[in-house]
């Protein structure tokens, strides 16, 4: 049982996260410019050199005019249909049927914009549709100042944030990267790293960070556990577990823009230390610690003019994994089958949109790593891997339509929609291609259409 309760931890909090990347309109009415200036797509969360800027500089830019434009107040509004290519063994989740699901995925308000001339904030909380209830989501906090270093402008800032990655302005990484939005009524695999998700929102972490000549960026932070208490609170809970000090994360990459091109390579380093979690709000390092690496490199590139926006993204994230808490044969909480595991991810992301209004978006998407009986097998229907493997293989295409966003379109800031139609292809799940849990269910049975409606304010 025990096994089964950390897997769904990871795997809730991998799949939550991935639907958590947004973009708000009152970043528009602040500087006074269309949503276009910041988002490919007019509607984001994917950024344009000038959005990421936005964001390194603290949400501070200014602009715009009249109330709106110094009310850094916005909310939104997703729904959406989910039909899977066979119905799951029982309810998608509580009050759901077992397949063709229509869902208020969720609703989100947000204190975002500039509070200061050197504060800003991007600020969610939010009402959970699928699993009815509310929680903290993300925050950034900044605050920034620029001056010259080395004959070279420099913007540096600090982000009190509640995940690492959180502060990232780049969409190649896990917070804002592809997939923006996913179904929470669809089955998802099993394995995910600690930076997919495994520990949004239910950590607090200082950054500091420089960027250089808008050509190097550097990005120093430190992550703990929140209080059991605050996690409470703010609706969040363990991951893996209690952090047994700081977990120092590092990032650095290089920018630069030629023409209509922009392109960045960069990786990141995450080491952290935890105490087992034994429960929802419970950790116990009496029996060992767990200790996990994350070694991320990411790459990206941008074609954009008014007409036509490509861009490509890709991701790898190889983690090392030494599970000497969560595999002590003498613990009550046993989870892992042996101490030494790794866990790898890859993801590349190709998005083409025609006059900003036109999406298409192909990405695949593969986890795999050593095989872990304990670990990923809840030994279920759906959720169960008979190999105990992490590996599956996913293909992702994507068409969207955005009306609104542009310098002329009606209602500016507050007219912004977006309505999207996104399926997924498995290859692999959970370790196999057919009959991945025991129980007969392949990995095809798994491919997912998932249309949404997505509206902001």
Known sequence: MRNKLWLMLMAAAAAGFGGRAHAVPSYAAQTGLPCTACHIGAFGPQLTPYGRAFKIQGYTATGGSGVLGKLPISAFLLGSYTSTAKDQSGPAAPDFASNNNPAIDQVSLFLAGRLSDHVGAFIQGTYDGVGH??????????????????????????????????????????????????????????????????????????????????????????YDTMAPGLMKILGEAYGPGSETGVAPYARALYDWNWGDNNAHIGGSVFYSRFNPATDVGSANGSFGHDRYTDLFADGGYQY???????????????????????????????????????????????????????????????????RNQLLYNTGAPDTGSIKGSPNSNAF??????????????????????????????????????????????????????YLFVWTAI
């Open 396 to 449: 992702i295409s994507e068409v969207d339509w955005v009306p609104f966003g542009h310098d002329s379109s009606w209602g500016a800031p507050l007219a912004n929609f977006k309505i999207g139609l996104q399926y997924t292809i498995y290859t692999q799940f959970n370790g196999s291609s057919t009959n991945y849990d025991g129980y007969g269910r392949n990995a095809s049975d798994n491919n997912t259409l």
């Open 133 to 222: 209830a509310f929680f903290s989501d993300n925050a950034d906090i900044r605050v920034v100042t620029s001056t010259r270093l080395w004959g070279m402008d420099a913007d540096l800032g600090l982000s009190l944030n509640n995940s690492p990655g959180l502060s990232d302005p780049y969409n190649s990484t896990y917070p804002f990267g592809y997939e923006f939005v996913a179904s929470a009524l669809a089955l998802s695999p099993n394995a995910g790293t600690l930076l997919s998700g495994g520990l949004a929102g239910n950590s607090i972490g200082l950054n500091g960070y420089i960027w250089l000549d808008q050509h190097i960026y550097v990005d120093l932070g430190l």
């Open 304 to 370: 954009l003019t008014d007409k036509h926006t490509f861009t490509l993204d890709g991701r790898y994230d190889y983690e090392i994994q030494n599970l000497q808490g969560s595999s002590n044969p003498f613990s009550p909480y046993v989870a892992s089958s042996q101490p030494n595991n790794n866990l790898q991810e890859a993801r590349e992301t190709a998005t083409y949109y025609y006059n900003q209004s036109y999406g298409l978006t192909f990405s695949w998407d593969k986890i795999w790593g050593k």
